[in-house]
């Protein structure tokens, strides 16, 4: 069985320019999350998805929107790009829709994006 | 609010020595869950044990084993015989009610096994 699969896996991207990041998840689940990880720091959550609609949104500007489709892709966009953006990008699925203390969640290998 | 603290930022080991990854932690949850990752060069997060707050034994997954000090809020992974496939960073992370159910995570430690 695939994983939970991103694309695309690099990108350099010029300050000012829209991104769009794509995220499939596990067959079967139906929850997508993303969080961004800057170089030498853990990540932070940005966004959970679960059933096309939006359970969870970090502490991120309005720059950043995802949404979720009916086969439980998903879609990270982020505009008007700055250099602090740069970092991976993580998405990772899981089978609840509401999460409890033991949900595992399952990453995928990410999304490095470089603003220049 | 929820937060991990990883106070190593690098450690190197000896392969086949065991090793142990510092993690502390702080909620006013009384139900939480904590959970170590690796994360290999590739960027992939790999999950690797799981604790509750409220299991009585401290959780294992085969060469991995998790020291759970409840009162001290201290959740330490412990990997015994270590191997070279063994470097990569190492994530604490947790969650619970305080976070919205969502994963808070530590600064990390890289670990670097030596032949």
């Known amino acids: 069985d695939a994983g939970v699969t991103q694309s695309p896996t690099h990108l350099i991207k010029t300050r000012g320019q829209q991104v769009t990041l794509r995220c499939s998840p596990i067959s079967g689940h139906k929850s997508v999350s993303w969080y961004q990880q800057v170089l030498g720091q853990g990540p932070q959550f940005i966004f959970q998805y679960y059933e096309k609609e939006e359970r969870g949104r970090g502490n991120f500007p309005d720059r950043f929107s995802a949404r979720q489709f009916p086969n439980y892709s998903s879609e990270l966009n982020v505009n008007a790009l700055l250099l602090g953006d740069s970092a991976l990008y993580l998405c990772?699925?899981?089978?609840?829709?509401?999460?409890?203390?033991?949900?595992?969640?399952?990453f995928g290998q990410g999304t490095r994006l470089t603003v220049v | 609010a929820q937060k991990i603290t990883q106070t190593q930022p690098g450690m190197f080991v000896q392969e086949k020595e065991a090793v142990t990854l510092d993690c502390t932690y702080d909620t006013s949850d009384p139900s939480y869950g904590l959970f170590w990752y690796k994360q290999p060069s590739s960027g992939e997060m790999i999950f690797l044990i799981y604790?509750?707050?409220?299991d009585q034994q401290n959780a294992t997954e085969g060469r991995y084993s998790l020291n759970f000090q409840k009162a001290r809020k201290s959740a330490n992974l412990v990997i015994s015989a270590s191997q070279l496939g063994d470097s990569a960073m190492y994530f604490c992370?947790?969650?619970?009610?305080?976070?919205?159910?969502?994963?808070?995570w530590g600064a990390g430690t890289k670990l670097i096994i030596k032949p």
């Open positions: 990772a699925s899981s089978l609840a829709g509401v999460e409890g203390t033991n949900t595992e969640a399952f």
């Open positions: 992370a947790m969650r619970g009610e305080d976070s919205n159910y969502q994963l808070i």
């Open positions: 604790q509750g707050s409220y």
